[in-house]
Protein backbone atom coordinates (compact mmCIF):
# COMPACT_ATOMS: atom_id res chain seq x y z
CA UNK A 1 0.00 0.00 0.00
CA UNK A 2 2.40 2.27 0.96
CA UNK A 3 4.33 1.63 -2.23
CA UNK A 4 1.43 2.13 -3.88
CA UNK A 5 0.99 5.17 -2.33
CA UNK A 6 3.83 6.52 -3.08
CA UNK A 7 2.72 9.72 -4.65
CA UNK A 8 5.28 12.19 -7.10
CA UNK A 9 4.83 15.72 -7.37
CA UNK A 10 5.17 16.07 -10.88
CA UNK A 11 5.08 13.22 -13.47
CA UNK A 12 7.42 14.00 -16.60
CA UNK A 13 4.63 11.61 -19.39
CA UNK A 14 6.01 12.41 -22.60
CA UNK A 15 8.23 14.95 -24.57
CA UNK A 16 6.67 16.93 -26.91
CA UNK A 17 8.37 18.28 -29.88
CA UNK A 18 9.04 17.48 -33.65
CA UNK A 19 11.76 15.77 -33.32
CA UNK A 20 13.86 14.59 -36.33
CA UNK A 21 14.28 11.25 -36.60
CA UNK A 22 18.72 11.70 -36.17
CA UNK A 23 18.02 13.01 -32.52
CA UNK A 24 15.73 10.62 -31.79
CA UNK A 25 18.37 7.99 -32.41
CA UNK A 26 21.32 10.21 -31.05
CA UNK A 27 19.09 10.02 -28.08
CA UNK A 28 18.92 5.86 -28.01
CA UNK A 29 22.61 6.08 -28.25
CA UNK A 30 22.63 7.89 -25.31
CA UNK A 31 20.23 5.39 -23.36
CA UNK A 32 17.79 7.88 -22.53
CA UNK A 33 15.19 5.97 -24.82
CA UNK A 34 12.49 3.64 -23.20
CA UNK A 35 13.45 -0.42 -23.48
CA UNK A 36 11.29 -2.04 -26.55
CA UNK A 37 9.04 -4.76 -25.92
CA UNK A 38 10.25 -8.22 -25.78
CA UNK A 39 7.17 -9.93 -26.96
CA UNK A 40 6.40 -13.54 -26.10
CA UNK A 41 3.79 -15.42 -27.77
CA UNK A 42 2.82 -18.70 -28.93
CA UNK A 43 2.90 -20.01 -32.38
CA UNK A 44 1.69 -23.36 -31.24
CA UNK A 45 -0.64 -23.86 -28.05
CA UNK A 46 -1.68 -27.76 -26.92
CA UNK A 47 -5.67 -28.86 -28.34
CA UNK A 48 -7.95 -30.79 -26.84
CA UNK A 49 -6.32 -34.48 -27.59
CA UNK A 50 -8.35 -37.72 -26.86
CA UNK A 51 -5.47 -40.78 -26.38
CA UNK A 52 -5.83 -44.18 -25.76
CA UNK A 53 -5.19 -45.82 -22.33
CA UNK A 54 -1.38 -47.75 -22.41
CA UNK A 55 -0.46 -45.30 -25.20
CA UNK A 56 1.63 -42.01 -25.69
CA UNK A 57 -0.03 -38.42 -26.03
CA UNK A 58 2.19 -35.66 -27.05
CA UNK A 59 0.46 -31.89 -26.54
CA UNK A 60 2.77 -29.34 -28.92
CA UNK A 61 3.51 -25.81 -27.44
CA UNK A 62 5.93 -23.53 -29.22
CA UNK A 63 6.86 -20.36 -27.71
CA UNK A 64 8.93 -17.31 -29.01
CA UNK A 65 10.11 -14.17 -27.77
CA UNK A 66 10.26 -11.35 -30.40
CA UNK A 67 13.82 -10.29 -29.63
CA UNK A 68 15.80 -13.38 -30.76
CA UNK A 69 15.43 -13.27 -34.28
CA UNK A 70 17.24 -9.87 -34.65
CA UNK A 71 19.01 -10.14 -31.56
CA UNK A 72 20.75 -13.71 -30.95
CA UNK A 73 21.75 -12.60 -27.33
CA UNK A 74 17.98 -11.89 -26.12
CA UNK A 75 16.78 -14.36 -23.33
CA UNK A 76 14.39 -16.72 -24.87
CA UNK A 77 11.49 -18.04 -23.42
CA UNK A 78 11.74 -21.31 -21.51
CA UNK A 79 8.42 -23.44 -21.33
CA UNK A 80 6.71 -25.56 -18.24
CA UNK A 81 3.29 -27.40 -18.59
CA UNK A 82 0.63 -27.02 -16.03
CA UNK A 83 -1.98 -29.48 -15.59
CA UNK A 84 -5.27 -28.57 -13.24
CA UNK A 85 -3.65 -25.58 -12.79
CA UNK A 86 -0.64 -26.95 -10.81
CA UNK A 87 2.81 -27.48 -12.58
CA UNK A 88 3.91 -30.58 -13.74
CA UNK A 89 7.07 -31.78 -11.84
CA UNK A 90 9.06 -33.29 -14.82
CA UNK A 91 11.92 -34.12 -13.30
CA UNK A 92 13.67 -37.14 -14.42
CA UNK A 93 12.80 -40.27 -12.99
CA UNK A 94 9.89 -38.59 -12.04
CA UNK A 95 5.99 -39.71 -13.28
CA UNK A 96 5.74 -40.66 -16.99
CA UNK A 97 5.84 -37.17 -18.19
CA UNK A 98 8.98 -35.73 -19.91
CA UNK A 99 9.42 -32.84 -22.02
CA UNK A 100 10.74 -33.30 -25.92
CA UNK A 101 13.04 -30.13 -26.86
CA UNK A 102 11.42 -28.19 -24.09
CA UNK A 103 8.35 -27.64 -25.89
CA UNK A 104 5.99 -30.82 -26.35
CA UNK A 105 4.63 -32.78 -23.48
CA UNK A 106 5.08 -36.09 -23.61
CA UNK A 107 2.92 -38.76 -21.40
CA UNK A 108 3.69 -41.85 -21.78
CA UNK A 109 1.94 -44.84 -20.61
CA UNK A 110 -1.45 -42.86 -19.87
CA UNK A 111 -2.95 -44.55 -17.05
CA UNK A 112 -6.80 -45.30 -16.24
CA UNK A 113 -7.21 -47.07 -12.92
CA UNK A 114 -10.61 -47.02 -12.65
CA UNK A 115 -13.82 -45.94 -14.82
CA UNK A 116 -13.74 -42.97 -12.30
CA UNK A 117 -10.08 -42.24 -11.78
CA UNK A 118 -7.55 -41.53 -14.97
CA UNK A 119 -5.07 -39.72 -13.58
CA UNK A 120 -3.42 -38.56 -16.68
CA UNK A 121 -6.69 -36.91 -17.75
CA UNK A 122 -7.43 -33.13 -17.34
CA UNK A 123 -6.39 -29.96 -17.92
CA UNK A 124 -2.96 -29.28 -19.65
CA UNK A 125 -2.07 -26.00 -20.36
CA UNK A 126 2.01 -24.69 -21.03
CA UNK A 127 3.78 -21.78 -19.59
CA UNK A 128 6.37 -19.46 -20.98
CA UNK A 129 8.65 -17.59 -19.17
CA UNK A 130 11.76 -15.05 -20.01
CA UNK A 131 13.71 -14.60 -16.81
CA UNK A 132 13.62 -10.68 -15.26
CA UNK A 133 10.82 -10.16 -18.28
CA UNK A 134 7.30 -12.25 -17.60
CA UNK A 135 5.30 -15.18 -17.76
CA UNK A 136 2.42 -15.54 -20.72
CA UNK A 137 0.44 -18.72 -20.27
CA UNK A 138 -1.52 -20.81 -23.37
CA UNK A 139 -4.95 -21.64 -24.04
CA UNK A 140 -5.80 -24.98 -22.22
CA UNK A 141 -6.40 -28.24 -23.69
CA UNK A 142 -8.21 -30.81 -22.20
CA UNK A 143 -6.72 -34.70 -22.30
CA UNK A 144 -9.40 -37.18 -22.71
CA UNK A 145 -8.28 -41.09 -22.52
CA UNK A 146 -10.34 -43.63 -23.73
CA UNK A 147 -11.21 -46.53 -21.68
CA UNK A 148 -11.22 -50.01 -22.82
CA UNK A 149 -14.30 -50.24 -25.02
CA UNK A 150 -17.52 -51.90 -23.69
CA UNK A 151 -20.69 -52.25 -25.13
CA UNK A 152 -23.90 -51.23 -23.79
CA UNK A 153 -26.05 -52.32 -26.48
CA UNK A 154 -25.36 -55.11 -29.38
CA UNK A 155 -26.56 -55.46 -33.12
CA UNK A 156 -29.29 -57.49 -32.32
CA UNK A 157 -31.48 -59.76 -35.41
CA UNK A 158 -34.29 -57.95 -36.97
CA UNK A 159 -36.28 -58.01 -39.96
CA UNK A 160 -37.38 -55.06 -42.53
CA UNK A 161 -39.61 -55.25 -44.79
CA UNK A 162 -38.27 -54.02 -48.72
CA UNK A 163 -37.80 -50.18 -49.25
CA UNK A 164 -38.14 -49.63 -45.43
CA UNK A 165 -35.53 -48.63 -42.77
CA UNK A 166 -34.26 -50.75 -40.02
CA UNK A 167 -31.56 -49.69 -37.24
CA UNK A 168 -29.09 -51.72 -35.91
CA UNK A 169 -27.55 -50.66 -31.90
CA UNK A 170 -24.13 -50.56 -31.06
CA UNK A 171 -23.45 -48.49 -27.84
CA UNK A 172 -19.92 -48.17 -26.76
CA UNK A 173 -18.65 -45.84 -24.05
CA UNK A 174 -18.68 -42.60 -25.06
CA UNK A 175 -15.48 -41.38 -25.62
CA UNK A 176 -15.47 -44.20 -28.17
CA UNK A 177 -17.76 -43.46 -30.46
CA UNK A 178 -15.77 -42.11 -33.17
CA UNK A 179 -13.82 -45.26 -33.94
CA UNK A 180 -16.85 -47.37 -34.46
CA UNK A 181 -17.51 -48.78 -37.87
CA UNK A 182 -19.32 -51.32 -39.43
CA UNK A 183 -19.37 -54.73 -41.24
CA UNK A 184 -21.20 -57.01 -43.11
CA UNK A 185 -20.47 -60.60 -43.76
CA UNK A 186 -17.09 -59.42 -41.97
CA UNK A 187 -16.10 -56.99 -44.76
CA UNK A 188 -15.93 -53.15 -43.74
CA UNK A 189 -19.19 -51.44 -44.91
CA UNK A 190 -19.56 -48.69 -47.04
CA UNK A 191 -22.03 -45.76 -45.93
CA UNK A 192 -23.70 -43.96 -48.54
CA UNK A 193 -26.91 -41.89 -48.46
CA UNK A 194 -28.75 -45.41 -48.08
CA UNK A 195 -26.80 -46.92 -45.36
CA UNK A 196 -25.62 -44.29 -42.37
CA UNK A 197 -24.00 -44.31 -39.60
CA UNK A 198 -25.87 -42.31 -36.75
CA UNK A 199 -24.20 -39.90 -34.35
CA UNK A 200 -24.76 -42.72 -31.60
CA UNK A 201 -22.63 -45.28 -33.46
CA UNK A 202 -26.20 -47.12 -34.77
CA UNK A 203 -26.35 -48.08 -38.53
CA UNK A 204 -29.23 -47.22 -40.41
CA UNK A 205 -30.13 -49.71 -43.41
CA UNK A 206 -32.81 -47.58 -45.43
CA UNK A 207 -34.89 -48.43 -48.59
CA UNK A 208 -33.68 -52.00 -47.62
CA UNK A 209 -33.74 -54.49 -50.47
CA UNK A 210 -32.13 -58.29 -50.56
CA UNK A 211 -28.45 -57.52 -51.11
CA UNK A 212 -28.87 -56.12 -47.64
CA UNK A 213 -29.77 -59.41 -46.03
CA UNK A 214 -26.65 -60.49 -43.96
CA UNK A 215 -24.93 -60.86 -40.92
CA UNK A 216 -23.92 -57.64 -39.44
CA UNK A 217 -21.21 -56.40 -36.46
CA UNK A 218 -20.12 -52.95 -35.51
CA UNK A 219 -16.19 -52.88 -34.65
CA UNK A 220 -14.40 -50.21 -31.76
CA UNK A 221 -10.90 -49.71 -33.52
CA UNK A 222 -8.47 -47.33 -32.26
CA UNK A 223 -4.80 -47.77 -31.40
CA UNK A 224 -5.38 -50.93 -29.32
CA UNK A 225 -6.79 -53.97 -30.48
CA UNK A 226 -10.11 -54.00 -32.50
CA UNK A 227 -12.90 -54.89 -30.45
CA UNK A 228 -16.21 -56.54 -32.09
CA UNK A 229 -19.48 -56.71 -31.23
CA UNK A 230 -21.64 -60.02 -31.51
CA UNK A 231 -23.02 -60.63 -34.97
CA UNK A 232 -26.55 -59.67 -35.74
CA UNK A 233 -28.47 -61.00 -38.70
CA UNK A 234 -30.56 -59.09 -40.80
CA UNK A 235 -33.18 -60.37 -42.48
CA UNK A 236 -35.98 -58.92 -45.49
CA UNK A 237 -38.91 -59.42 -44.40
CA UNK A 238 -41.95 -60.70 -47.20
CA UNK A 239 -43.94 -57.49 -47.95
CA UNK A 240 -47.69 -58.63 -47.23
CA UNK A 241 -49.42 -54.90 -48.03
CA UNK A 242 -51.23 -55.23 -45.21
CA UNK A 243 -50.71 -51.26 -43.21
CA UNK A 244 -48.40 -51.23 -40.59
CA UNK A 245 -48.30 -48.17 -38.03
CA UNK A 246 -46.14 -45.28 -38.77
CA UNK A 247 -43.85 -45.35 -35.67
CA UNK A 248 -40.00 -43.91 -34.76
CA UNK A 249 -37.46 -46.18 -34.73
CA UNK A 250 -35.02 -43.28 -34.19
CA UNK A 251 -35.88 -39.70 -32.99
CA UNK A 252 -33.30 -36.70 -32.49
CA UNK A 253 -32.13 -35.54 -29.27
CA UNK A 254 -31.56 -31.92 -28.27
CA UNK A 255 -27.74 -31.52 -29.66
CA UNK A 256 -24.99 -28.75 -29.30
CA UNK A 257 -22.53 -28.17 -32.06
CA UNK A 258 -19.48 -25.39 -32.32
CA UNK A 259 -19.76 -23.29 -35.80
CA UNK A 260 -18.33 -24.89 -38.77
CA UNK A 261 -18.77 -28.32 -37.88
CA UNK A 262 -21.38 -30.81 -38.87
CA UNK A 263 -24.61 -32.10 -37.30
CA UNK A 264 -26.44 -35.24 -38.38
CA UNK A 265 -30.29 -35.19 -36.72
CA UNK A 266 -31.40 -38.39 -37.13
CA UNK A 267 -35.01 -39.80 -37.65
CA UNK A 268 -35.84 -43.27 -38.25
CA UNK A 269 -39.51 -44.35 -39.44
CA UNK A 270 -40.86 -47.69 -40.12
CA UNK A 271 -44.40 -48.34 -41.47
CA UNK A 272 -46.45 -49.36 -44.28
CA UNK A 273 -46.84 -47.71 -46.90
CA UNK A 274 -43.43 -46.41 -46.51
CA UNK A 275 -43.57 -42.85 -45.27
CA UNK A 276 -42.26 -39.41 -46.99
CA UNK A 277 -39.97 -38.04 -44.04
CA UNK A 278 -39.92 -33.64 -44.53
CA UNK A 279 -37.86 -31.22 -41.47
CA UNK A 280 -39.19 -27.93 -40.40
CA UNK A 281 -36.64 -25.58 -38.95
CA UNK A 282 -39.42 -23.75 -36.44
CA UNK A 283 -41.88 -23.89 -38.89
CA UNK A 284 -40.16 -23.33 -42.49
CA UNK A 285 -39.91 -26.35 -44.16
CA UNK A 286 -36.08 -27.40 -44.88
CA UNK A 287 -35.35 -27.78 -48.34
CA UNK A 288 -32.35 -29.97 -49.34
CA UNK A 289 -29.26 -28.68 -51.01
CA UNK A 290 -26.21 -30.46 -51.94
CA UNK A 291 -23.25 -29.24 -49.30
CA UNK A 292 -25.75 -27.58 -47.06
CA UNK A 293 -28.54 -29.85 -46.06
CA UNK A 294 -29.61 -33.64 -46.98
CA UNK A 295 -32.08 -36.19 -46.02
CA UNK A 296 -29.77 -39.31 -45.33
CA UNK A 297 -30.60 -42.83 -44.19
CA UNK A 298 -34.53 -41.97 -45.35
CA UNK A 299 -35.07 -39.80 -42.95
CA UNK A 300 -31.99 -37.95 -41.19
CA UNK A 301 -31.05 -34.90 -41.57
CA UNK A 302 -27.41 -34.09 -42.48
CA UNK A 303 -26.42 -30.20 -41.77
CA UNK A 304 -22.84 -29.31 -43.12
CA UNK A 305 -20.87 -26.53 -42.06
CA UNK A 306 -22.92 -24.90 -39.12
CA UNK A 307 -23.62 -21.36 -38.59
CA UNK A 308 -25.47 -19.53 -36.02
CA UNK A 309 -28.71 -19.40 -38.24
CA UNK A 310 -28.83 -23.03 -38.50
CA UNK A 311 -29.24 -23.11 -34.83
CA UNK A 312 -32.95 -23.62 -33.55
CA UNK A 313 -35.80 -26.58 -33.22
CA UNK A 314 -36.06 -29.09 -35.84
CA UNK A 315 -39.16 -31.22 -36.60
CA UNK A 316 -38.97 -34.25 -38.17
CA UNK A 317 -42.33 -35.23 -39.97
CA UNK A 318 -43.37 -38.58 -41.33
CA UNK A 319 -46.59 -39.32 -43.58
CA UNK A 320 -48.40 -41.75 -45.65
CA UNK A 321 -51.48 -41.37 -47.05
CA UNK A 322 -53.21 -42.36 -43.62
CA UNK A 323 -50.94 -41.36 -41.07
CA UNK A 324 -48.19 -38.75 -39.81
CA UNK A 325 -46.09 -38.50 -36.93
CA UNK A 326 -43.94 -35.94 -35.63
CA UNK A 327 -41.11 -35.55 -33.54
CA UNK A 328 -39.06 -32.72 -32.85
CA UNK A 329 -35.38 -31.61 -31.24
CA UNK A 330 -33.28 -28.32 -30.67
CA UNK A 331 -29.91 -27.75 -32.40
CA UNK A 332 -27.84 -25.54 -30.37
CA UNK A 333 -25.20 -23.94 -32.63
CA UNK A 334 -21.60 -22.58 -30.20
CA UNK A 335 -18.87 -20.21 -31.56
CA UNK A 336 -15.60 -20.86 -29.98
CA UNK A 337 -14.79 -17.08 -28.48
CA UNK A 338 -12.82 -14.43 -30.54
CA UNK A 339 -10.91 -11.43 -29.95
CA UNK A 340 -12.54 -7.94 -31.00
CA UNK A 341 -10.16 -6.46 -29.50
CA UNK A 342 -7.43 -7.88 -27.73
CA UNK A 343 -5.20 -5.51 -24.58
CA UNK A 344 -1.76 -4.00 -26.24
CA UNK A 345 1.50 -3.31 -25.12
CA UNK A 346 2.21 -0.34 -23.52
CA UNK A 347 4.41 1.94 -21.70
CA UNK A 348 3.96 3.65 -18.51
CA UNK A 349 4.97 5.88 -15.64
CA UNK A 350 5.25 4.77 -11.97
CA UNK A 351 1.39 6.23 -10.59
CA UNK A 352 -0.30 6.57 -13.43
CA UNK A 353 -3.77 4.44 -14.04
CA UNK A 354 -4.00 2.35 -17.07
CA UNK A 355 -6.41 0.43 -19.04
CA UNK A 356 -5.99 -2.84 -20.85
CA UNK A 357 -8.72 -3.74 -23.36
CA UNK A 358 -10.24 -6.93 -23.85
CA UNK A 359 -13.11 -7.52 -26.03
CA UNK A 360 -14.65 -10.94 -26.91
CA UNK A 361 -17.37 -12.93 -28.66
CA UNK A 362 -18.50 -16.01 -28.89
CA UNK A 363 -21.57 -17.96 -28.18
CA UNK A 364 -22.36 -18.56 -25.20
CA UNK A 365 -20.97 -15.48 -24.05
CA UNK A 366 -17.33 -16.10 -23.14
CA UNK A 367 -16.63 -15.88 -19.59
CA UNK A 368 -12.40 -13.43 -19.34
CA UNK A 369 -10.06 -13.60 -16.97
CA UNK A 370 -6.91 -11.76 -16.31
CA UNK A 371 -4.03 -13.00 -15.59
CA UNK A 372 -0.53 -11.30 -14.93
CA UNK A 373 2.68 -13.17 -15.53
CA UNK A 374 0.94 -16.56 -14.98
CA UNK A 375 -1.59 -15.83 -11.89
CA UNK A 376 -4.69 -15.31 -11.58
CA UNK A 377 -5.55 -10.73 -11.75
CA UNK A 378 -7.78 -10.71 -8.58
CA UNK A 379 -9.61 -7.72 -8.58
CA UNK A 380 -8.98 -5.24 -5.77
CA UNK A 381 -8.22 -1.33 -5.40
CA UNK A 382 -5.46 -1.49 -7.90
CA UNK A 383 -6.89 -3.85 -10.26
CA UNK A 384 -10.53 -3.04 -11.25
CA UNK A 385 -12.61 -5.12 -13.87
CA UNK A 386 -14.57 -2.25 -16.07
CA UNK A 387 -16.35 -2.03 -18.87
CA UNK A 388 -16.95 -5.03 -18.98
CA UNK A 389 -13.83 -6.95 -19.74
CA UNK A 390 -11.13 -4.39 -19.48
CA UNK A 391 -8.32 -4.59 -16.99
CA UNK A 392 -7.63 -1.02 -14.95
CA UNK A 393 -4.85 -1.20 -13.41
CA UNK A 394 -4.26 2.38 -10.72
CA UNK A 395 -1.46 3.66 -9.54
CA UNK A 396 0.75 1.75 -11.42
CA UNK A 397 4.14 0.70 -9.08
CA UNK A 398 7.46 -1.00 -10.65
CA UNK A 399 6.21 -4.37 -9.77
CA UNK A 400 3.65 -4.02 -11.79
CA UNK A 401 5.63 -4.95 -14.71
CA UNK A 402 5.30 -8.16 -16.59
CA UNK A 403 2.75 -9.58 -19.30
CA UNK A 404 -1.42 -9.25 -18.91
CA UNK A 405 -3.34 -11.67 -20.15
CA UNK A 406 -7.13 -11.59 -21.21
CA UNK A 407 -8.49 -15.15 -21.01
CA UNK A 408 -11.38 -15.86 -22.82
CA UNK A 409 -13.60 -19.20 -22.68
CA UNK A 410 -16.84 -20.65 -23.19
CA UNK A 411 -18.20 -24.28 -24.09
CA UNK A 412 -16.76 -24.19 -27.39
CA UNK A 413 -13.02 -23.05 -26.10
CA UNK A 414 -10.95 -20.89 -25.22
CA UNK A 415 -7.93 -18.56 -26.23
CA UNK A 416 -5.98 -15.56 -24.79
CA UNK A 417 -4.33 -12.58 -26.08
CA UNK A 418 -1.39 -10.92 -24.29
CA UNK A 419 0.19 -7.40 -23.94
CA UNK A 420 3.52 -6.15 -22.40
CA UNK A 421 3.76 -2.80 -19.60
CA UNK A 422 6.86 -1.69 -19.59
CA UNK A 423 7.37 0.93 -16.52
CA UNK A 424 9.27 3.83 -17.85
CA UNK A 425 11.79 6.00 -15.82
CA UNK A 426 10.90 9.12 -15.02
CA UNK A 427 11.92 11.61 -18.02
CA UNK A 428 12.83 8.44 -20.20
CA UNK A 429 11.84 9.40 -24.09
CA UNK A 430 9.46 6.65 -25.36
CA UNK A 431 9.04 6.12 -28.91
CA UNK A 432 5.32 5.83 -28.81
CA UNK A 433 2.61 8.25 -26.49
CA UNK A 434 2.83 6.90 -22.91
CA UNK A 435 -0.24 4.94 -21.30
CA UNK A 436 -1.79 4.11 -24.38
CA UNK A 437 -1.81 0.92 -26.23
CA UNK A 438 0.38 -0.50 -28.79
CA UNK A 439 0.09 -3.42 -30.81
CA UNK A 440 2.85 -5.37 -31.37
CA UNK A 441 3.46 -5.13 -35.03
CA UNK A 442 2.96 -1.32 -35.25
CA UNK A 443 6.28 0.15 -36.28
CA UNK A 444 7.55 3.13 -34.43
CA UNK A 445 6.89 6.19 -36.40
CA UNK A 446 9.78 8.11 -38.36
CA UNK A 447 12.03 6.51 -41.36
CA UNK A 448 15.51 5.32 -41.32
CA UNK A 449 15.95 7.83 -44.01
CA UNK A 450 16.80 10.07 -40.98
CA UNK A 451 14.62 12.64 -41.93
CA UNK A 452 11.19 11.31 -40.51
CA UNK A 453 9.47 13.30 -37.61
CA UNK A 454 8.06 12.41 -34.61
CA UNK A 455 5.09 14.20 -32.94
CA UNK A 456 4.19 13.74 -29.60
CA UNK A 457 2.13 15.28 -27.03
CA UNK A 458 3.45 16.25 -23.57
CA UNK A 459 1.09 16.34 -20.95
CA UNK A 460 1.85 17.55 -17.21
CA UNK A 461 0.21 15.75 -14.07
CA UNK A 462 0.27 16.69 -10.62
CA UNK A 463 -0.56 14.46 -8.21
CA UNK A 464 -2.28 12.33 -10.38
CA UNK A 465 -4.61 15.47 -12.13
CA UNK A 466 -3.86 16.34 -15.90
CA UNK A 467 -2.74 20.40 -15.57
CA UNK A 468 -3.07 21.14 -19.49
CA UNK A 469 -1.79 20.21 -22.80
CA UNK A 470 0.72 21.38 -25.38
C1 LIG B 1 2.26 -32.12 -32.49
O1 LIG B 1 3.42 -32.05 -33.29
C2 LIG B 1 3.68 -33.22 -34.03
C3 LIG B 1 4.99 -33.07 -34.76
O2 LIG B 1 5.69 -31.97 -34.36
C4 LIG B 1 2.54 -33.46 -35.00
O3 LIG B 1 2.79 -34.66 -35.72
C5 LIG B 1 1.26 -33.57 -34.25
O4 LIG B 1 0.17 -33.68 -35.15
C6 LIG B 1 1.04 -32.36 -33.36
N1 LIG B 1 -0.12 -32.63 -32.56
C7 LIG B 1 -1.07 -31.74 -32.37
C8 LIG B 1 -2.20 -32.17 -31.51
O5 LIG B 1 -1.03 -30.62 -32.85
C1 LIG C 1 -35.24 -47.46 -53.19
O1 LIG C 1 -34.45 -48.35 -53.93
C2 LIG C 1 -34.95 -48.64 -55.21
C3 LIG C 1 -34.03 -49.69 -55.82
O2 LIG C 1 -33.87 -50.76 -54.94
C4 LIG C 1 -35.01 -47.41 -56.05
O3 LIG C 1 -35.56 -47.69 -57.32
C5 LIG C 1 -35.85 -46.36 -55.35
O4 LIG C 1 -35.80 -45.14 -56.04
C6 LIG C 1 -35.34 -46.15 -53.94
N1 LIG C 1 -36.24 -45.27 -53.23
C7 LIG C 1 -35.82 -44.17 -52.62
C8 LIG C 1 -36.88 -43.38 -51.93
O5 LIG C 1 -34.67 -43.84 -52.63
C1 LIG D 1 -18.74 -22.58 -44.11
O1 LIG D 1 -19.57 -21.45 -43.97
C2 LIG D 1 -18.87 -20.23 -43.90
C3 LIG D 1 -19.87 -19.13 -43.60
O2 LIG D 1 -21.05 -19.30 -44.27
C4 LIG D 1 -18.14 -20.02 -45.23
O3 LIG D 1 -17.44 -18.81 -45.18
C5 LIG D 1 -17.17 -21.18 -45.45
O4 LIG D 1 -16.55 -21.06 -46.69
C6 LIG D 1 -17.92 -22.50 -45.39
N1 LIG D 1 -16.95 -23.58 -45.42
C7 LIG D 1 -17.11 -24.65 -46.18
C8 LIG D 1 -16.05 -25.68 -46.10
O5 LIG D 1 -18.08 -24.78 -46.90
C1 LIG E 1 -55.75 -45.75 -41.41
O1 LIG E 1 -55.48 -45.76 -40.03
C2 LIG E 1 -56.57 -46.08 -39.20
C3 LIG E 1 -56.12 -45.87 -37.75
O2 LIG E 1 -54.81 -46.24 -37.56
C4 LIG E 1 -57.06 -47.46 -39.51
O3 LIG E 1 -58.20 -47.74 -38.74
C5 LIG E 1 -57.38 -47.59 -40.99
O4 LIG E 1 -57.69 -48.91 -41.31
C6 LIG E 1 -56.18 -47.13 -41.83
N1 LIG E 1 -56.41 -47.23 -43.25
C7 LIG E 1 -57.17 -46.43 -43.97
C8 LIG E 1 -57.20 -46.71 -45.43
O5 LIG E 1 -57.81 -45.53 -43.47
C1 LIG F 1 12.04 9.44 -45.98
O1 LIG F 1 11.05 8.56 -45.41
C2 LIG F 1 9.78 9.17 -45.30
C3 LIG F 1 8.89 8.19 -44.53
O2 LIG F 1 9.25 6.85 -44.78
C4 LIG F 1 9.26 9.47 -46.69
O3 LIG F 1 7.96 10.05 -46.58
C5 LIG F 1 10.22 10.44 -47.35
O4 LIG F 1 9.79 10.67 -48.68
C6 LIG F 1 11.62 9.88 -47.38
N1 LIG F 1 12.54 10.88 -47.85
C7 LIG F 1 13.52 10.61 -48.65
C8 LIG F 1 14.38 11.76 -49.04
O5 LIG F 1 13.74 9.47 -49.05
Known sequence: MAERGACLLLSLLCLTFLYPATTVSRHADKGTAARQFS?????????????????T???NCSAHSGNAASDPAAPRAHVEWKKDGTFLGLAPGGPRAGVLRAVKLLISGLVVHSKHNKPDEGTYQCVATIDSLGTITSRTARLTIAGMPRFSSQPAAAGVHPGESQVLACDVNPDLVPYIRWEREREPLELNARLVQLPSGALVVSNASEAD???????????????FSEEAQLSLLP????ERKLKFLVEPLPVTKVVGSNALLPCVVSGF??????????????EESEGKLEVVGGGSLQIYNLTG???????????????????????TVQAPPQFLKRPANMYAHESMDIVFECEVTGSPAPTVKWVKNGDAVIPSDYFKIIKEHNLQVLGLVKSDEGFYQCLAENGAGNIQASAQLIILEHGTFAWQPIGQGLRPDTEPMGGSNGTGVLKCQCDWWVFKKKLSTG
Open 239 to 242: ETGE
Open 39 to 55: PIWFSVEPSDTLAVRGA
Open 273 to 286: PVPYVRWMQGDKLI
Open 57 to 59: ALL
Open 213 to 227: AGLYRCVVENTGPAK
Open 309 to 331: EDAGVYSCVADNSNDTIETQAEL
